[in-house]
Each structure stands twice: as structure tokens, then as C-alpha cells.
């Protein structure tokens, strides 16, 4: 089933911050988060394991709650770099064969 | 640094035509995926390869989509007749045999467009 992102979309000033939100209705193993700018492949940014870790450097960082099967990402003091469409992409499996991406949440940084 | 080739970049073609879309996954890489993304939605899994077996193509609409990886490297979607509904971005992804922390990584796209 589909994990559902929010917000379906924000607009930041850069230096500003903020938060997507990544749900599932099932238990999740791991959860995978992308950045694609319009007309681009998706490009990985990182990955949570189960197990609760908060990962990221410098200025982009996710976090993993696997109780309430939920996923957050950061993003810090904005940069116009970081506009484009994010997608969490979950793992059911524990093996990351596959992957169900949710409908994305488009952020747009403005200078 | 190792990327999925893909190609055409750009296709446009006329409804019932065949289209055939070409990835080459990062070299080593056993698992290889073809996604279909329509604009403002995430990617949907069409076809999933280990090596030179599909694994899951339960979404791939087998009357008109196929997909084959004869020697386990590159691989080759086809759709034959194609539809208005067929436009779209076409991914391939590519990752190491299954991990807990393996991710997949995505080539560039093919966009179809049907007139």
C-alpha cells in the first residue's frame, strides 16, 4: 500500500526549514528518500533502518519511527538547490527488494 | 561514479506503433526494476528482475507491455500497441543483490509521449 506524504506541497524562502512527513499503514523495515527535479531520475538521498537511527549530514536530515511506522525529513536553513519533488519509498520486505513510493511533496525554495 | 544508462531519452510516437525502451544497470548490479511514473505521482513498479528472472511483473500489462534481461546485464521494455494512456516517464533502477541496506538507484528516464 502506498505511503502518504505530507505536505503535498511547500514553499520556503532560502534559510528557511522544513519538514515531510512520511506515512505507511504497515510495518516498515526501512525507508528510502528521493530527490527529483522536474524532468529528472530520482536521485537517492538516504535510507532509515529499522531501528529508530536518525541519519543525514549537513543541512538534510531524516528520522525513523517505527512504532507508529512513520518517517520525517529535514531540511535546514533551505537552500534554492534543494527545490524539487521528494519521495519516501518504503520497504515492507526487509530485503528492499521493493519499493512503494508515495505521491511525493513538491518543494519550492525561493531567494 | 556508475550510473543507469537508459535510452532514447525522448520518445514520441502515434497510438498502436511499438515502442522499445533499453537500460544498462550499474555494472554488478543484480536486481534490476522498470518503474512507469505519470507527472505528479510517484513511481510505480512495472517489472522486477534478479538477474535473468523476473521476479514480480504482477502491474506490467502483459497484453501490450514486455519486458526481457536475456543475460542477466541489460534489459529492454517494449510496449506493442501503444496507448494514449502509455505517456509517461520510464524507469529504470538498478541495485546490489537484496539488502536491508540496499537502496536502488535510478537511471535518467525515458519520456513517452503518445499522440
Known amino acids: 500500500q502506498q505511503p502518504v506524504q505530507s505536505p503535498q506541497a511547500v514553499i520556503l524562502r532560502e534559510g528557511e526549514d522544513a519538514v515531510i512527513n512520511c506515512s505507511s499503514s504497515?510495518?516498515?523495515?526501512?525507508v528510502h528518500w528521493y530527490r527529483q527535479k522536474h524532468g529528472e531520475a530520482p536521485v537517492f538521498l538516504m535510507i532509515?533502518?529499522?531501528?529508530?537511527e536518525q541519519k543525514g549530514h549537513e543541512k538534510i536530515s531524516a528520522s525513523f519511527n517505527e512504532k507508529k511506522q512513520q518517517s520525517s525529513l529535514y531540511l535546514t536553513a533551505s537552500q534554492l538547490s534543494y527545490s524539487g519533488t521528494y519521495f519516501c519509498?518504503?520497504?515492507?520486505?526487509?530485503?528492499?527488494?521493493?519499493?512503494?513510493f508515495g505521491s511525493g511533496t513538491q518543494l519550492t525554495v525561493l531567494p | 561514479e556508475a550510473e543507469v544508462a537508459q535510452s532514447p531519452r525522448y520518445k514520441i510516437t502515434e497510438k498502436s506503433q511499438a515502442v522499445a525502451f533499453w537500460c544498462d544497470p550499474i555494472?554488478?548490479?543484480?536486481?534490476l526494476y522498470w518503474y512507469r511514473q505519470i507527472l505528479g505521482q510517484g513511481p510505480e513498479l512495472l517489472v522486477q528482475?534478479?538477474?535473468?528472472?523476473?521476479?514480480?511483473d504482477s502491474q506490467l500489462p502483459k497484453d501490450r507491455f514486455s519486458a526481457e534481461r536475456l543475460k542477466g546485464v541489460d534489459s529492454t521494455l517494449k510496449i506493442q500497441p501503444a496507448e494514449l494512456g502509455d505517456s509517461a516517464m520510464y524507469l529504470c533502477?538498478?541495485?546490489?543483490?537484496?539488502?536491508?541496506?540496499?537502496?536502488?538507484?535510478f537511471g535518467p528516464g525515458t519520456r513517452l509521449l503518445v499522440l
Open positions: 533502477a538498478s541495485s546490489p543483490r537484496p539488502g536491508v541496506q540496499e537502496t536502488q538507484y
Open positions: 504497515k510495518a516498515l523495515y526501512s
Open positions: 532509515l533502518l529499522k531501528g529508530g
Open positions: 519509498g518504503t520497504d515492507g520486505s526487509g530485503s528492499a527488494r521493493q519499493l512503494t
Open positions: 555494472s554488478g548490479h543484480a536486481t
Open positions: 528482475f534478479q538477474d535473468e528472472s523476473v521476479v514480480d
